[in-house]
């Protein structure tokens, strides 16, 4: 019976076999997802996770992706998904690095351990022979007691040879600590693979089956399977260590500070002028003012006009400024959506190529003053596309306190693509002087908030844990597809909430609030800011697309109202000021209520007060 | 020694990992207690990378201070 697990979610057909593919990460396991399946693939998104499931069918048989996890338990979301899918499996295809056994090797022992039928794709062997290296394949797999078959998947070799092979998956040996204890438990779960996770104390399972075992053994388990895992490797590769490699230098460079500050700037650059000059400027001025703002602008207000009026509630709830139909999907689809894909493209890239968690190790030491470890670069870069976007991917952090500073730090400072270009046009034209202020204030704002928080937050931030694969050339048809299934995944998930936020803005538009609020912030701006009454206004539409209160500004500019000094002020303000309603509400979804309120209050005074400081000094 | 004290191209092997949950973690990534290892890098301040083989994982700083490492 499967009724505890979330994969019973995914059906199944009856006298079909459900084979999964489990491996490290970047071992190439959608290569041979995709060399199953062909093209009718569903990705369904795990419940309360960002974590998606690829499935698809070959022949009878369903094949579930799982994501990339080097052991199957529940340190975090993914692997808590990759189990969960595993667990239930009826064949395992297990795809190994060949130039990382003693990392794969002890997932492809703990599959063996839950005593699933295991075929091993022994990927990558063509880099095994560029690095000097030799392995011992039949006896690799006499030892393991599976079939292991050698591959270069992204060539094609060896796919036919898995293929065949599936039908005659077998079970592998057992470590023995394991075949003298399983006993004990089996009759408390389900499935024999259950009985492995329960010796091995994971929480999860003994909650779902109430399946206590009093010994903790999980130590003792993973000890001798490390000890088995390099016994193995020790005997069946023979290497030639002389052969360091053009790839192993780089990644060395990477990581240096000297060498690899140099390399992020240059990439950071790239991807900048691809997404934030090419994409945030050509493309968006096509899709989003072209085909969305005007071919399907007017289509939408014609047909729907015929059945509601602008002047009304209603009307304006549907096709007005902020409507449903108008403003939300030609945000989404039009500006959004390629950002949101370039971002993507570029993440999936450095994730694919191995440089991301070079990164991390790079700016390890100066996030672990803001309370973050290395890894929260993810959710920072992906800030710079949508901070909505990057919201939701601080799920991946370590623990609470690094979620919220990291949100915090989201929306207070880092400034979307969108508001980007109209910041960039903006500040362009007055000069270097009034850039290097902006720039500076903004930067000193996010370093002093974070160790800050980093200061007064109880508890302990997590540290860095990651593993640094060897760098490889990324498989274009493997980073497109990741790029489409994780804009698509953004898509479903943030809609609702740009619809929402856009009801919420027209309602406060029509009951006139929208006019209070700005007349609230009217005397601050004038004041305190010394700015023009009229930038309030920019500031309030500043909530409803952050761009748009850039641009608000754009013609106050423009129109010779405020000067080059208030513009870097305002634009200072705008910048810190709430993100857009849309990376609030899922500030909300994502937060507690009590968290989210201070992120919000916070930014606003620190938006206002920053602003004002800066006002005294150069207005 | 704890693991922070060591220096670049050193070999060491890991003693002691105090915190349960990453001493489960280290173990699968292969720099459990008595895994015999190189330090392929040092980052000023920051991360401490370990090598065995072509295997290269990278521990944050305040990490490596707790971990009782020798040299071998």
Known sequence: MSCHNPASTIEVAEGSKKIVLVGNPNVGKSVFFNALTGVYVDVSNFPGTTVDISHGKYKEDLILDTPGVYGVSSFNDEERVARDVILYGDIILNVVDALHLERDLFLTQQIIDMGKPVIVALNMMDDVERNGRKINIDMLSQKLGVTVIPTVAVKGKGIDEVKKALNNAKKGNRLSIVEENIHKVINSVDEESEALLVLEEDENIQKRHDAKFNETLRETIYSSRRKYIDEIVTEVVTEDMQKASFKTKLGRWMVQPITGIPILLFVLYIMYQAVGVFVAQTVVGITEEVIMGTYYYDFIVNLLGKFVTEENFIGQLVIGEFGLFTMTPVYLLGLLLPLVAGFYFFLSLMEDSGYLPRIATLVDKMLTYLGLNGRAVIPMILGFGCVTMATITTRLLGSKRERFIATMLLGLAIPCSAQLGVIVGLIAPLGAKYLMIYVVTIFTVFVLTGTLLNKVMPGKSTDLLIDLPPLRIPQLSNVLRKTYSKSLAFMKEAAPLFALGAAIITIMQFTGVLDSVISVFAPITEGFLKLDPRVAQAFVMGIIRRDFGAAGLDSLASAGIITGAQVVVALVAITLFVPCIAAIIVVFKERSWQESVIIWVGSFIMAFLTAGILAQIII | ?72
């Not at chain 2, 060491?12 to 699968?28: F, G, H, L, T, Y």
């Not at chain 2, 990378?49 to 490492?69: D, K």
Request: glycine share 8%; aromatic share 0%.
């Open chain 2, 1 to 72: 020694m704890k693991l922070d004290k060591v220096t670049r191209g050193q070999q060491i092997e890991i003693v002691k990992i105090p915190d349960v949950n990453i001493r489960a973690q280290a173990i699968r990534l292969g720099i459990g207690e008595g895994a015999k290892l190189t330090c392929s890098e040092k980052l000023p301040a920051g991360p401490i990378i370990l090598q065995n083989r072509m295997q290269e994982i990278a521990i944050g700083r305040r990490l490596a201070e707790s971990i009782e490492v020798k040299a071998v």
